[in-house]
C-alpha cells in the first residue's frame, strides 16, 4: 500500500520568506510526528499529533515554527521568516498510534535549503 | 533527559566482515529500543526492535539484544555486504503513548567489496 508522502521533496527560499511543508500519512494512522535532520543536531523531533488530541508541540525550537493536521490526516508544517539555520532534511512519520511498540513510518522527507 | 548514544562513524569494513555499532541509551523506566536504517537517497526504515529487556530483535542477518543492566543496544551482524552500506540509527521510545522516538546522531557504515 501506500506509504507515508511528502511534498516538496526539495526547497530552496530565501531568507525572510515563509514554507510550507505537507505530509500524507498512511491510511488509518492517528499518529503523525515531524522530525528535523541536520548535520549538526541529528534528527530532533518537532511536534507529534495523536487523533484529535491537543498536539504535543515540545520539540518545536521556535515560534517560527508551527504545524497542523486537518481531518486527522494530511500535516502541514510552517515555518516563517526562514533563517540559514533552518535548512535541514524535515521528515514526516505516522503510526498506527502512540503506543511505544508500534512501528513510525518515515516518509522520504523535504529538503529545505534557506539562502 | 532520556538520550541515546552511539558510536561514531564513519566505519569501513570489507564485506563479510563482522559488524559491531555500539548504541548506550539513558531513560527513566522501561523504553522500547529501535535500529532504523537510512540506505542512500531513501527514507528511514526500521531495521529491528526489542520492547523488554532481554529481548533480541532480528532482521536481514542484522541483530541487538536489549541489555538493561548495561543500557545498551548493539548492533551485530555476522558478514556485512556491500549492499548494508548505509546510516545506521539507534532510538529509544519511552512506554508513555504519544512520546516520540528519542535517535542518536547515526553511525555511517561504508562496506567495500
Known amino acids: 500500500g501506500a506509504g507515508v508522502s511528502q511534498s516538496p521533496s526539495n526547497k530552496v527560499t530565501e531568507k525572510g520568506k515563509d514554507v510550507e511543508l505537507r505530509c500524507d500519512p498512511i491510511?488509518?494512522?492517528?499518529?503523525l510526528y515531524w522530525y528535523r535532520q541536520s548535520l549538526g543536531q541529528g534528527l530532533e523531533f518537532l511536534i507529534y499529533?495523536?487523533?484529535?488530541?491537543?498536539?504535543?508541540k515540545s520539540g518545536l525550537p521556535s515560534d517560527r515554527f508551527s504545524a497542523e493536521r486537518t481531518g486527522g490526516s494530511v500535516s502541514t508544517l510552517t515555518i516563517q521568516r526562514t533563517q540559514q539555520e533552518d535548512s535541514a532534511v524535515y521528515l514526516c512519520?505516522?503510526?498506527?498510534?502512540?503506543?511505544?511498540?508500534?512501528?513510525?513510518?518515515f516518509g522520504p522527507g523535504t529538503r529545505l535549503t534557506v539562502t | 533527559g532520556d538520550s541515546v548514544t552511539q558510536m561514531e562513524g564513519p566505519v569501513t569494513l570489507s564485506e563479510e566482515a563482522f559488524l559491531t555499532i555500539n548504541c548506550t541509551y539513558t531513560?527513566?523506566?522501561?523504553?522500547?529500543l529501535f535500529w532504523y536504517v537510512q540506505y542512500p537517497g531513501e527514507g528511514l526504515q526500521l531495521l529491528l526492535k526489542?520492547?523488554?529487556?532481554?529481548d533480541k530483535g532480528s532482521n536481514k542477518g542484522f541483530e541487538a539484544t536489549y541489555r538493561k543492566e548495561t543500557t545498551s543496544f548493539h548492533l551485530e551482524k555476522g558478514s556485512v555486504q556491500v549492499s548494508d552500506s548505509a546510516v545506521y540509527f539507534c532510538?529509544?521510545?519511552?512506554?508513555?503513548?504519544?512520546?516520540?522516538?528519542?535517535f542518536g546522531k547515526g553511525t555511517t557504515l561504508s562496506v567495500s567489496s
Open positions: 531513560a527513566t523506566g522501561y523504553p522500547s
Open positions: 526489542a520492547t523488554k529487556a532481554d
Open positions: 512519520a505516522s503510526s498506527l498510534a502512540g503506543v511505544a511498540s508500534y512501528e513510525q513510518y
Open positions: 532510538a529509544l521510545k519511552r512506554a508513555q503513548a504519544g512520546t516520540a522516538l528519542i
Open positions: 499529533f495523536q487523533g484529535n488530541s491537543a498536539p504535543d
Open positions: 491510511s488509518g494512522h492517528t499518529a
